[in-house]
């Protein structure tokens, strides 16, 4: 069986970044690493991708060809992808045999809670290639500082979850800017875990960005009931305000509910935080029980205790540099 990673999350969030450091990182650590670059938008690679879309479909060419923008190429491509899936495969099969698998995807967050198109690709890699892959999804942590799009974010996750059932682990990447982006209303730890959404939800109706969200759906809606009453205009945007208050409340709800979000904070430069994070990628696609002999209740022990396991120290410095 191969191991890998899924590599998702929305524009800018960081994903090629990620490829070129996780890659460097698990070479060093003495893992050949394979990269497979299936973003047909991503045309200035910094690393050196074992499998490049390019060479099977372009976005600019799909663009021209079929009079579509940037988002209906995106998934023209990933439809003619999937349709082509024997290409990939016939590019994968010799990386197989010694090989840890990186997956950098396009950032159109509708191919992974919408669309089929990617998760039918990836099941059938993982059944025809025998893969154990985990969804590694990033997301900006400078939507910490804007509670409504914190909330947008979370949405995003859970649906990406639910709708590709792979392992899945969710990362705030760019932590190392978190500070630049603001004060925050919480402590780290309260965005991390997913701690109690109510105080998120008081955040929001005082935050001046969400006053300014309200003012423009308000502002809106006042031209649709110009020809009413003042008393009845008052009624109507009172409610409307009430509104997106309770529907605010009620995704809220259903977060918590589902009770399965949470995020792993990343700086791609430090060591040890690259570090943590593959530990628990290790843990989620099964790569830390291979070699082990051990009875069920042995591995049941290791896959419900703590992620503290150690590599092998190698001397290079805190923080990697890039090529």
């Not at 994903?15 to 650590?29: D, R, V």
């Not at 050196?48 to 390019?54: D, G, H, L, Y």
């Not at 698998?101 to 025998?130: C, R, S, T």
Request: one cysteine or more; a negative charge; charged letters at 20%.
């Amino acid at each position: 069986m191969v191991f890998g990673q899924v590599v998702i999350g929305p524009p800018g969030s960081g994903k090629t970044t990620y490829c070129n450091g996780m890659s460097q990182f698990l070479q060093l650590i003495g893992r050949k690493v394979a990269v497979i670059n299936l973003d047909p938008a991503n045309d200035a690679l910094p690393y050196e991708c074992a499998v490049n879309i390019e060479d099977l479909i372009k976005l600019s060419d799909v663009m021209v060809e079929h009079s579509l923008g940037p988002n209906g190429g995106l998934v023209y491509c990933m439809d003619y992808l999937e349709k082509n899936i024997d290409w990939l495969e016939s590019k994968l099969k010799s990386l197989l045999k010694e090989h840890y698998l990186l997956f950098d995807f396009p950032g159109q967050v509708e191919l992974f809670f919408l669309h089929d198109n990617a998760k039918n690709m990836i099941m059938e890699l993982i059944k025809k290639l025998d893969l154990r892959l985990t969804a590694v999804h990033l997301v900006d942590a400078h939507l910490c500082s804007d509670p409504g799009k914190y909330v947008s974010a979370l949405l995003l996750s859970l649906s990406t979850m639910l709708h590709l059932e792979l392992p899945h682990v969710n990362v705030l990447s760019k932590i190392d800017l978190i500070e630049s982006y603001g004060k925050l209303a919480f402590n780290l730890d309260f965005y991390t875990d997913v701690q109690d959404l109510s105080y998120l939800q008081n955040e929001i109706s005082q935050d001046p960005r969400s006053a300014k969200y309200r003012h423009n759906i308000t502002h809106c809606r006042y031209f649709v009931v110009s020809n009413c009453s003042n008393q009845t205009r008052t009624e109507i945007l009172v409610n409307l305000v009430a509104g997106v208050r309770k529907l605010t409340k009620e995704l809220c709800e259903v977060i918590e509910d589902y009770g399965l979000v949470n995020f792993t904070p990343l700086d791609i430069q430090d060591k040890e935080s690259v570090g943590n994070l593959v530990k628990l990628i290790d843990k989620s696609n099964g790569y830390i029980f291979v070699g082990i002999d051990a009875s069920a209740v042995e591995f049941s022990k290791i896959a419900v205790g703590p992620v503290d396991w150690d590599y092998y120290r190698y001397p290079f410095s805190r923080r990697l540099t890039y090529k």
